[in-house]
């Protein structure tokens, strides 16, 4: 069984258009994260959700809202897509974020190409 | 500024061992993470070190130095399997996961 999966796993869009990822675990697991991996590797968090709280909120463009349905779905809408939001997108699920030592579990990622 | 440093790409032999360093300068430390990360696919969690010194999982070892900021990750009888992205990661004051680059380590028969 998947534990943290997102749809879809490849996403090529036009630059301003308007697209969605959806992200969904079935750990049971409180706290949700966003984040986005770049051409040189480096992976930046955008976003976490503890029980529907955002609780970090990265200077990421406003375009970019996180929505929450239930602890299980945090789902990203990208407004207005830009060439520079072209990207791997890594959904991440922990089991309490207050716990540090808490191991994050990634979904496979998804790669948005922005043309 | 916080800054983690690791080696971009090694090359290692089939069956010998390999070690990846990661240096860091960072607001804070709450603890070092080892991710491993296979060419299109997701991170996965390999160790997390929080005290001083070595921590054996197998094939894998991790190791810390609070006061140097530093800590290797050892693998030890190599496989092709472990031809990956290996990503240090450290867990700062805000307890924020900051990332490095990540070391690609090819593995050669």
């Known amino acids: 069984d998947t534990a943290v999966s997102q749809t879809p796993k490849y996403l090529v869009t036009q630059m301003g258009n308007d697209k969605s990822i959806k992200c969904e675990q079935n750990l049971g697991h409180d706290t949700m994260y966003w984040y986005k991996q770049d051409s040189k590797k480096f992976l930046k968090i955008m976003f976490s959700?503890?029980?529907?709280?955002?609780?970090i909120n990265e200077t990421v463009p406003n375009r970019f809202s996180p929505k929450s349905p239930d602890k299980a779905h945090l789902n990203l809408h990208i407004n207005s897509l830009e060439l520079g939001d072209s990207a791997v997108y890594f959904c991440?699920?922990?089991?309490?974020?207050?716990?540090?030592?808490?191991?994050?579990?990634f979904g496979p990622g998804t790669r948005l190409t922005v043309l | 500024g916080q800054n983690i440093d690791q080696p971009t790409e090694m090359t290692a032999t089939e069956g010998a061992i390999v070690q990846i360093n990661c240096t860091y300068q960072t607001s804070g430390f709450n603890g070092l993470f080892w991710y491993q990360q296979h060419a299109g696919e997701a991170p996965t969690f390999l160790s997390y070190?929080?005290l001083d010194g070595l921590e054996e999982k197998g094939r894998f070892s991790s190791f810390l130095s609070r006061s140097k900021g530093y800590s290797y990750l050892l693998l030890k009888e190599l496989q092709m399997k472990d031809s990956a992205s290996y990503l240090c990661a450290v867990l700062d004051s805000n307890y924020q996961l900051i990332w490095g680059a990540g070391t690609k380590l090819i593995i050669k028969p």
């Open positions: 991440a699920s922990s089991q309490d974020g207050s716990q540090v030592t808490d191991t994050q579990y």
């Open positions: 959700y503890n029980n529907k709280e955002l609780i």
């Open positions: 070190n929080v």
